[in-house]
């Protein structure tokens, strides 16, 4: 039971150092706020719980033009759109007093309202429709819609009502340059008989039928194993990445009590007593474990109370999966503590097993090599495991895979840290 | 006085001449930083994995696999079944499947129409649909092509009853008047596809933007990131400094007739340089391997660097000052560093704290960075942001000379 007063002594030593231990429960604190301030609100920015379609604000001067209308719809498909703001948003972002909003339902103010929403990164872009849209098209003269995207946001929030709206814009276009062209047609009289061509051109200039649906429509699913409480929101879909990347920053504190300790001589002093090696480092990795464990519990604790964070049904999983993956982390840590890397070093190549772990956008970003080597990342596992619990709401059985896979990271850096550690090194 | 500055930094630079790993992680971990975020958004926009499932066998379906294949932005791995992909993406091995039903190709040819499926991860929806925006992009033509498609045969359908009362045409004139058509029709789309009708302009939200190029997040990220690294060497500053205290050499130093400000500022000059050369190769690499933009202004960017550098030899002084152990350092300089990093949005542009991140060299390091990078300014672009920079470093470095002990 040596490693148990090893433990006692790192947990009294901590205890007793006030400086230290305000900085231990402030670091998560520092993690989870900001976080939790800029995405928990729940409203302006990104995904609620109450709707998950990704908000586009249409202002459109061109009133009942048929192509805006046919825009619009178009853009309805995969997007929601919006062409009014609420009178509450106008004067959350100050517009109330403006000259143009002395009329609250005139387009003017709509279009300040949007763009002061998308410059505030509330949204990531919009569409503004210009006077005479439709008629221009009719006429075949060129047009242009404008999208203003937000200069300081989100490059794949951007990516995607960028997609969506060229596409738009793109299949109103060729339809309606196809119809006015009549070429085809033209073309065709050369061998048609007369009556052919006229009835065929009477129906290639005839409206639409009023049923008619867009030939190709998207719709969205989600998996079957989903089973959420409320759909997640961006706050949600944000804490998980972090989390993981937070956690590796913690093994920092063990990194440096083992150098304070090999610099001092009171390893060389415990191997004097009849303790063995790995009692010894099982100790201090028990005390750091228990440290992270905290840390990691004030976070989630504080999301949780304060924000609304859910943490999945089924707490067990959870704290299994935290306690893997705090041991991981804190098992690298001993590792370098063993090769005497510094923990500022340290921390760099750590930000980038959380790069291509997924931990600050999906993996599915990158190319194939990345994604293979970051299946060797424990970043990635963890990743996966906390989605799954926090986000995708499984259970237990479903992150075993990730919990044993970090445990086995875990358990190839204390074996590492055991063989290589130089207890008798001065620092 | 300088040459005893010089004494010291000469020191200071042969203590970490020893330590080779330094250096490599200085170097390599930026590399392959850069390396990482330059083949994800080197090109512009990342290409998306993605899975696809086609249940059609028709012609249509097979135009869309065409045209997803092809696009540049998606790279997609196809799935034998809907099964397999609801399997998949439900454990997050992709955010995303696409989808084709069986009745695809047929549907399309009616007047309900067809439905592509994009199946989506909840728990990374926001940055999966992404997919939908890059999904519709790709097969714009085959949309246009199904839309006339569908079109021309109703026509037709409908003339051939007009014309032969009721009787249609023979099956094989009515396939050979659609194909011939379609074709003529074809030569329309790649005219009207090279020159758009409807031209959709880019434009920056906010009022003064001389770029009007939207950003990408390797501009974003990349200047993010090179400072939150570069703070890290902060600590190991400190560090020496606390070691140096704890082992006496300070107060030897302090018999020689040095001043103390002499002391501490040939301590902080490696780091000056180091964290000024960090900046720099990262930067560097940036640009002549994955061609990111480093705005048209030497001056301004070394300004900002120094600046930089300037803050951050700084901050390590005022840690050092503060502190009492090395376990202390560690803990409190990784606190306040990814804070400042959190708070003043240099690690995520969604993520930042309006006000409190005013406080943060970070904020006002990135604002120079953006001004540079993404928005093609000069030496007018940097002036406020590295004015602010050198006062905090002002400030630090009178706080930690004013607190530090020798001894």
Known sequence: MNWISVFMNDLRRVMKDRAELVTLFLLPLAFILPISFALGGGDGYGMTAGNHRTELPVINYDGTGTSSVSLIDSLGESLDVEQSFSADLRDRLGLSGDPDCANAQSLACSEKTARALVRRSGRAGMVVIPEGFSTAIEQGQKTTLIFYYDPAGDA????????????????ISLTTQLNQSNAQMQSLSTFAPEAFRQSLEQQANAPALADQQPAVQFTELT????????????????????????????????????????????????????????????????????????????????????????????????????????????????????????????????????????????????????RTIGLFMPHTHALIGYQNLMVRGYGLVEVLPQIGILLLFAAVFFFYAVKRFDFLEEA | MIAQIWSVTRKEFRILAQQPSLFAVLLLVPFLFMWIMGSVFGGG????????????????????????????????????????ADKKVGKGERMAAIIIPADFSAAIQTKEGGKIEVMIDPAQSEKAKIVLGLTQQAITRVIVDAEVSRGIKTAINQSASTLSSGGGFDPQIQKFLETAINSIVSVQVDAALADPLINVEMKSAAEQDASNRPPNLMEYLTPGYSLMFVFFLAETLAGTLLAERTTGTLRRLMAAPVPRAAILLGKIIPYFLLTAAQLLILLGVAHFIFGLSLGRSVPAMLLTVSACGAVLSGFGIMIAALVRSEGQISGLTTLIILLMAVVSGAMFPSIQIPLVQLATPHYWAMMAFQNLIVRGQGLEGVALPVGVLLAMAAILFGIGLSRFKFE
């Open chain 1, 156 to 171: 794949t929030r951007r990516m995607q009502l960028e997609g969506v709206v060229k596409g738009a814009a793109a299949k």
């Open chain 1, 223 to 370: 998996p079957s194993s989903y089973v959420p409480q409320s759909y997640p929101d961006t706050y949600q879909q944000t804490v998980p990445g972090y989390t993981v990347m937070y956690v590796f920053f913690l093994i920092a504190y063990l990194n440096a009590s083992i150098r304070e300790e090999r610099h001092f001589g009171t390893f060389r002093r415990l191997l004097s007593t009849p303790i063995s090696r790995p009692a010894l480092l099982g100790g201090k990795l028990a005390a750091a474990i228990f440290i992270g464990m905290v840390q990691v519990a004030i976070m989630f604790g504080m999301g949780y109370l304060m924000f609304g964070l859910e943490l999945g049904h089924d707490w067990l999983a959870l704290f299994l999966l935290t306690l893997a993956l705090v041991t991981c982390a804190t098992a690298i840590g001993l590792a370098s503590g063993a090769s005497r890397i510094s923990s500022g070093i340290l921390t760099a190549p750590l930000i980038i097993g959380a790069l291509l772990g997924g931990c600050m956008f999906p993996v599915d970003l990158m190319p194939s090599f990345l």
């Open chain 2, 45 to 84: 926009s990342p290409t998306v994995a993605v899975f696809l499932v086609n249940e059609d066998d028709g012609a249509g379906s097979q135009q869309v696999v065409a045209a997803l294949n092809n696009a540049g932005t998606l790279e997609v791995t196809a799935l034998s079944s809907r099964a397999e």
